[in-house]
């Protein structure tokens, strides 16, 4: 326990510090030809020998994607520190792999930045868009409530540079302060959310890490299901231990009798135990459920 608080605080330190330069140009986008093939920036699994539109989530096929490269991102409290139980103002500054500010961002679902905020001991979930300053930081204001570690989660695309799923830490102080290991036991019932029910179905029914699960969600009621910042659904996984973050949107959606499923294609990192939350929109109404879904180690 002693070594992993180290390890958070020393994360929390870091992300803290002007990042290093990389000295590597950016690598340009091939360019158009007969022989380019288009690829979704979010779904690179997902191409085609043809200009157009990801099936999936949406996106521009693009001609091909630059390397990627990490685009940090540092935050900043109003107050300092942070105190649990009131606002907290976060502005959000993102650098280019140079160090120099990012000026221009895509538009990804409907948003150019997504964020996510979940505590330590997974009970507190936030899917959140930031608004754009004059001078090109992201402000939000967001409650944290109660004392603890909490990751923070940056969605967002760089013009010329690849998605981003950047991950910080903020420490929360106030009384009852800890850290410690978050230990969900397993947790696939059926959901009740603000007017859906959700059930979880998978393929195979025992998850392996580092293999492909199908996950497939169904729906009741089917009717009034709509998509939500343009797509069907939105998944965010988190480990037992918040090292592995997963953003994750549908593979594909049918609808069998009786409700809607909505099916998106998993691989779990590692053994252990991950909360998995998934929101769904019915009728202008966003729904949020979790389900902890546990992974075994193929034997």
């Not at 940090?72 to 520190?81: D, H, L, N, Y």
């Not at 959000?92 to 221009?104: L, N, T």
């Not at 594909?252 to 099916?263: F, H, M, N, R, S």
């Amino acid at each position: 326990m002693f070594r992993f608080l180290i390890a958070l605080i020393a994360t929390v330190l870091i992300a803290q510090q002007p990042p290093p330069s990389d000295p590597t140009p950016p690598v340009q986008a091939a360019a158009e030809g007969p022989d380019v093939e288009f690829v979704c920036p979010m779904d690179p699994d997902v191409r085609s020998k043809e200009p157009g539109k990801c099936p999936r989530c949406g996106m521009k096929l693009v001609a091909g994607i630059p390397d990627p490269h990490e685009y940090p991102v540092r935050i900043s409290t109003k107050p300092r520190p942070p105190k649990a139980g009131a606002p907290v103002d976060l502005t959000f500054r993102i650098d280019d792999p140079k160090g120099k500010p990012v000026r221009d961002f895509e538009i990804v679902h409907e948003k150019l930045f997504h964020l996510f905020i979940i505590s330590q001991d997974l009970t507190t979930f936030a899917h959140e868009h930031p608004v754009r300053q004059p001078d090109s930081t992201f402000q939000y204001r967001f409650t944290f409530p109660k004392p603890g570690l909490y990751r923070v989660l940056s969605d967002f695309y760089p013009k010329d540079g690849t998605p981003q799923l950047m991950a910080n830490s903020l420490l929360i102080p106030g009384a009852g302060f800890k850290v410690e290991t978050a230990k969900p036991a397993a947790d696939l019932s059926p959901k009740h959310a603000e007017n859906i029910d959700v059930d979880l179905v998978m393929e195979p029914e025992q998850p392996i890490s580092g293999q492909k699960t199908l996950m497939f969600f169904r729906i009741k009621p089917n009717d009034g299901i709509e998509q939500y910042l343009g797509a069907w659904g939105h998944m965010m996984a988190a480990s037992w231990d918040l090292i592995d973050m997963i953003h994750q949107h549908p593979f594909l959606v049918t609808d069998p009798e009786g409700y809607k499923q909505i099916q998106f294609n998993m691989i779990f990192p590692r053994e252990g135990v991950y909360r998995v939350w998934v929101q769904f929109q019915r009728k202008g109404v966003v729904n949020t459920v979790a389900f902890n879904v546990p992974v075994a180690v193929l034997k």
